[in-house]
């Protein structure tokens, strides 16, 4: 069974990689773009200034440019992404589903909001029953769902892996790629030859999203896990992929095995874009791996790589990458909505 | 009073920078360079393939470049400064020391051993009294000290503030330099575009050489400082300076303002080498720094900066920079040359 | 119909891609790796620092690798794609024609040679037939083809489009990835923050092997076209991926819009790796292109991409871009086995 | 004699050089700087997000910054020195120059009109008489003159060396850094593992200014040049010094040496800011240079760098290379400024 979805906000850096993803999706037909009201009206070849290193779909560039507003949407879509700045998606998007949309945002503003679900299919399906608090609270037709910042979903699928050995508290330091801010975030100026240790806000995200992503939901109230989380967040001048070095403290003693094994037998999610395996891990054989430029289009970006674990005196220390636009933006996204379409939702 | 001073392998990255270090030096004259065998008997301008952005400094270039062995060497020499391959230095280092000459070294080979002084003179100058010890222990006439490696450095200056509030534990990230590897010891197709997660055995320098460097000597023995200390180490493309994410658990619980303090009032030592004060720190008005392009040079790369002082649960987190191959490396084996002169060992 | 191939010197970076290249081709199946003699003996897996961002092929890590050299090699090879270093190709090539294996080679030795075809299927395929000449002289049973240098490949495909309009003189300028001179011939400290105006020999392998691909075969003596050709060649911090600006004195007076007609007319060949236009030409609406990390995958890395094209005094600048180890290297090597599959030849 | 000056636009890329390459001048006291509208009354030190690695000058940091207009600009400044954007400048020098000031500017506008000297002291200073027929013309007091482009000034230097041999016709490729574009003219995306051959007019830039630069003046009328001039610039992923790849052509048949010993021989300017002599010439030993990150400091940043010079069949090619935003902007329109003061007109 096929839906027809829409992408505001189409034409920034996220947003090409929506089209992206979403050419030749087995299920998600790809309908509608919106983008500034500057560009509507436009064809999408025109208004988007194309940057992936493959063409735009032809089917895609034909289509007009609307605006962003429930108004100039069509009635047919049975769900949206959005990859809006946070600042329009947090006007727009209250709008789109009180009237009746679905959609599913890569944008930062409410996903810590109580009633919104904050989702990665693979580690906390069942948040999205949120979406039932919500449509009582808000009076919604329609429903808003959220994926994590990108430096969190590096981190979190590692993380729920080590719930099981007592996760206490986590100290992470991130490496994070130019493309994470958008086409025009990091100029060259400030990152040839350089590193940047400030991004604003990612570092608050992380330390809260994380820990409502491995909460609980009794069907009522979602309860935040209780580790302890401090980040460190660095831009390094790579094209894609964050890196992210990881001290997790732990109140059982597991050994390096133990961890490497939890991490490698993690489940990916029965859902198009998901890996068979979540979190591709390196052994010792390969400390100087994950890498970005060498590991960020595994599992079609989707997945997630670690290696050097190693004990520390509290825990264990390892590093983990993902690619930031694909598992860390709009992948996240859309597999979101293969997770809506799953559950009945759509 | 000046001394003749040598730089045994003068021809790598870091001991071009003692020749560009030692030009114009108030005390010390290089009359002395020594290299590989086969580079013996070429002048220091042929044999260096010379690649910092200042020239060669005239008198220098001209010199005859000798063995590395005691034989080669003239006996006039007050001082011998090593930056040899540790592998190398481990052999002939004793050697030269047993032959009476003083050695500042920043090879690694040695640098935990109980009679070695792991020297900064800003923060534990007392140490170099192991010297005794050594020349007990090793029947001597020389004397071998060691400055640590350039992460460590980088942090330790930072952590030695930070004593007086309890410090009992340290997580560290490091986003390293290229320059750190050597000419060559990295390669352009590892390093564009991209970043690597491991540094052979640069995480257990940090760990152990760092409460070295913090503990105390009692005149007879050395106690390393008890804290716990893990590190991940990093290589970005970066030329120069080592920027670090720190999360220190203190025991106290100091105010972010009194943390900024405590580093900002650290005194710098009444060497020629060494800055008015040895840490610069950054306030919260300028959460973006440091940055290594732009904060490298300060204090003529001898300085340590900081900022980004932020709480954590258990303490603090900051960041903090230094010029691997000055402060980190040639600067900090010319600056313990200073202290061995001002204090009376040579 | 398949035929069974091999790959000489299969570890290096040039060997990864023809491993990755073979892998799936319709025709030609992978049965056979050699390497230096330290390597022999171990699997590709193990002998192969893999550094592609696809994994090995299962089937291919498994192959024992073998040494290089005519006794070491099986029987029932149809055809050897070599990217040996020249000063080992030159040595091991003509043993293994004297042998009987047809051989095509990326090596540089013998480019210039009178006897030995130095083709690119789509511009010069009839050279092949001086396979003839050089059996008669060499008295061998197997043949030695060569595709030419990567800078060489990315421009001249350009210049045959241009040789209706009377090609009298060319001036380039490269910007070349540092993938051609292998994993590590280019070191980080040399190339970030910077550009190096210099790589040896490839000014006049570039003025020379274009000359000999534009030139004519008669049945026994290739005529080079007498267009004069100046080169100058710099090495810049990217991956992969040659960018070039051409100036190209033409006696004839062409508009800009023939000559984009010229280019972008000119024809792929009917083989599996040849594009189906041979140059993708960017019109005056992109003058920002071709760009390396945008176009060097177009057909798979082995289509040639032009643009910027405009007038000058005496004729047009424009310019050009291919990617380096696949059309100017691997990919053309297996293209060029393809077009020997097609013709006759093994 | 020391002269009280100006810096308009002090706030950007280029601004910041001006106020660092002023700190200290023995003859220009910096008493003013201005910038847009929104900056007016804040101090420089808020108004400039200061980039440089040298800080800001305390007393600079104090000045208020002004309006960029007549009326707002105190009367007892001797010479403005101009880097505004070029739309600006074209409104606002004129102003500024009918009422009464000498403004030595760095901004494209006007610079190949018939009666504004474009100058560089070493090459032309004979032009600056035009500033009488200038007056005479626009009924001015005070006074307009240029320097070239960056990418201009980097090539003409040696150009200028080539006339006594017939300089007939020039083929240049440039491989330039981001800083010309100013701080946030190219992004991190566009140029990290990357490259962009195309900067809008840049091309037109260097084909006109140079001919002018090295036109006859007869004391009514200069000629331009009547070499032909064709360029190609190219954007490449470094953060100071332009590199660029000449092919000139020459009536008369010189020797590299020749070639070599007129540009290392072309004298320096009897002013601050020139260099002993103009062109720093590597010989045949060193091939691979000049390099932007090891040479763009030579002389302070203002001397010119030559290397690599070869035959060609109708001429010589080489490269070179100069500091964009010193020579190439900030130092530039300096050192017109110490020119005016050494001929009087200030």
Redesign the interface.
């Known amino acids: 069974m096929s839906h027809r979805v829409g992408v505001l906000g189409a034409t920034g850096?996220v947003g090409q990689r929506f089209v992206q993803l979403l050419d030749g999706h087995p299920t998600f037909e790809l309908a509608c773009v919106t983008a500034s009201d500057a560009s509507a009206g436009d064809s999408y070849a025109e208004a988007a200034k194309w940057?992936l290193?493959t063409p735009i779909p032809d089917e895609v560039g034909e289509l007009t440019v609307r605006e962003t507003s429930a108004e100039a949407l069509p009635d047919d879509l049975d769900l949206l992404f959005s990859s809006l700045p946070s600042g329009v998606a947090a006007e727009v998007e209250p709008d789109l589903c009180e009237a009746g949309y679905v959609v599913s945002s890569n944008s930062s503003n409410d996903r810590l909001a109580d009633d919104v679900p904050l989702t990665i299919p693979e580690i906390n399906p069942g948040h999205l029953d949120l979406i039932e608090v919500q449509r009582d609270e808000r009076g919604w037709d329609g429903a808003l769902i959220k994926n994590p910042n990108c430096s969190t979903i590096t981190m979190v699928p590692t993380l729920a892996a080590l719930t099981e050995f007592g996760l206490e508290?986590v100290?992470v330091?991130t490496?994070q790629a130019?493309?994470g801010a958008g086409?025009?975030?990091?100029?060259?100026?400030?990152?040839?030859?350089?590193?940047?240790?400030?991004i604003g806000g990612e570092?608050a995200k992380m330390e809260t999203e994380s820990r409502k992503l491995l909460g609980e939901f009794d069907g009522a109230e979602l309860t935040h896990h209780d580790a302890?989380v401090?980040a460190?967040c660095?831009r390094?001048?790579?094209?894609d992929g964050h890196?992210e070095?990881v001290?997790a403290e732990l109140a059982d003693d597991p050994s390096v095995d133990e961890v490497r094994e939890a991490m490698a037998s993690y489940p990916g999610a029965d859902l198009h874009s998901s890996p068979e395996s979540l979190i591709h891990v390196f052994g010792a054989d390969h400390?100087?791996?994950?890498?970005?430029?060498?590991?960020?289009?595994r599992g079609d970006g989707m997945q997630v790589v670690a290696?050097?674990v190693?004990p520390?005196?509290?825990g264990v220390?390892y590093?983990c990458l993902a690619h930031n636009t694909i598992r860390g933006a709009a992948g996240a996204s859309v597999l979101n909505g293969e997770l809506l379409a799953d559950t009945g939702w759509l």
Chains 1, 2, 3, 4 share one sequence.
């Open positions: 850096a940057r290193d508290r100290h330091s490496l130019v493309s086409y025009s975030g990091v100029t060259s100026m400030e990152i040839i030859d350089n590193a940047v240790p400030h570092e302890e401090a460190s660095n390094i001048p790579t094209i890196l070095n001290f400390p100087e791996r994950p890498q970005p430029r060498m590991d960020r289009m290696g050097g190693q520390t005196p509290r220390k590093n």
